[in-house]
């Protein structure tokens, strides 16, 4: 098990149940290497649930010398402009307008309705007075999925 893995693991566990991982990612570059954990949470996650995180993760690479050396550590949510990586971030931005690439090339757009256990279906936007059926897309399909953003 790599360094990653078994920082994944030991999150994970724990972790409260209404929060999940999105990410972990070790860069071991010089002169310091950098860790950055990706969480979230079904009624989103708090900078102060971040902060709790980043302390016990710290104190515990250092008392278990999971790091070798200098390191930085950032522990966040993933922010809008990140793709989509679990089933529970789906769940979580129902009702929401996302783009989803596909793995065979080419872009789905539509407000997302429905996450089920091997697929997602959108309502694509309505095209003058004619209003497209929902599509249901199975994630062995999905490349990525953002957020799209709305302002106004």
């Not at 149940?17 to 570059?29: A, C, G, H, R, W």
């Not at 070798?68 to 769940?91: F, H, M, W």
Request: with cysteine; aromatic share 6%.
């Amino acid at each position: 098990m790599n360094q990653e893995e078994k920082l994944t693991t030991l999150i994970k566990e724990h972790l409260e149940p209404e929060y999940f991982l999105i990410d972990v990612i070790l860069k071991n570059q010089k002169p310091k290497a950098k860790l950055t954990v990706l969480i979230d949470g079904d009624q989103g996650v708090s900078i102060d649930r971040c902060a709790t995180l980043s302390r016990w993760l710290g104190k515990y690479i250092e008392e278990e010398n999971l790091i070798e050396g200098a390191y930085t550590l950032e522990v966040s949510s993933p922010g809008v402009d990140l793709p989509l990586k679990n089933q529970r971030q789906y769940i979580k931005n129902i009702g929401r307008k996302v783009k989803v690439s596909l793995n065979e090339g080419g872009n789905k757009t539509g407000v997302l309705e429905k996450v089920e256990d091997k697929l997602i279906v959108i309502q694509p936007e309505k095209k003058g007075k004619i209003i497209p059926e929902k599509e249901e897309i199975p994630f062995d399909q999905i490349m990525k999925t953002k957020v799209m953003i709305s302002f106004g």
